[in-house]
């Protein structure tokens, strides 16, 4: 049986706020949308893995214990917003220890394709730093920028490989994997209400309707509408048209 593809994750600044080497569970806050994209990745069968860099350890600003705890609430967290993640893996080493799991080293995503049987060159990866991309661009996969965090920064300064998408945040992230996986294996992922019910406006995270046609989904708050094309919805900001309000 062929491998599957999976979607890696940075914590700090792509699913939850960047608040400089965090050490404290109850300050964990959650990403607008972040909840809901990773809903939707699980929806689309692919595992979920958190990979971050947690040099904090090696610097002696708190110990491993309180990484895991962190991890442990985001996974509580994620969990009563019915999102899942099926793997967590974080780098404890210092950037001058040389290690192999510090992104953009992509040891964490080498182990954790092992453990959970992912083929890393269909996989994805979502962070707000260029090591984020630079880590899944080395083994084959394909890296979205989200400018939450860093991302604006990191941007603005990017030196080497592009990132293969630049998304808002992590919800319009997902959206970009759905089109990508969406347009692999068309017929499993024609749309259903199930998968209407999962998606939300990206720009402003509001309800969507569905137009009289079928043929694209409406956020009145905006006033945009994004377009279905092949059985697929296309949620993405700069695709999105402008509703005229007649549907
Ligand atoms: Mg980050
Ligand atoms: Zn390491
Ligand atoms: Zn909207």
Redesign the pocket.
């Known amino acids: 049986m062929a491998l599957r593809g999976g979607v890696f994750l940075d914590r700090d600044g792509t699913i939850i706020l960047e608040k400089g080497y965090l050490s404290d569970p109850q300050a964990i806050e959650l990403i607008p949308g972040a909840a809901r994209a990773i809903r939707l990745i699980n929806r689309l069968g692919l595992p979920v893995v958190v990979v971050s860099n947690q040099s904090g350890v090696a610097r002696g600003y708190f110990p491993v214990s309180s990484v895991e705890e962190i991890n442990r609430q985001l996974s509580f967290m994620l969990k009563q917003e019915r999102a899942s993640l099926d793997g967590v893996y974080y ?3 210092h950037p001058d ?1 040389g ?4 992104k953009p ?1 992509p ?1 964490m995503l080498q182990v954790a394709a092992g453990e959970l049987g992912i083929d890393l060159s269909r996989s994805y990866m979502a962070g707000d730093m260029a090591s984020d991309i630079e880590t899944i661009q080395r083994v084959g996969g394909q890296g979205i920028l989200v400018l939450t965090g860093y991302g604006v920064e990191e941007l603005e300064t990017w030196q080497g490989d592009q990132p293969d998408f630049v998304a808002q945040d992590l919800l319009e992230a997902s959206y970009w994997i759905l089109l990508q996986e969406g347009r692999k294996r068309r017929k499993e992922m024609a749309i259903k209400k199930e998968l209407l019910d999962i998606l939300a406006c990206p720009k402003c995270k509001g309800d969507i309707v569905l137009t009289k046609k079928k043929d694209g989904l409406i956020c009145k708050s905006c006033n945009l509408v994004y377009p279905i094309k092949d059985d697929i919805p296309v949620m993405l900001i700069d695709e999105a048209l402008p509703y005229k309000g007649k549907d």
């Open positions: 780098c404890p080493h220890d290690c192999t799991c510090r080293e040891g």
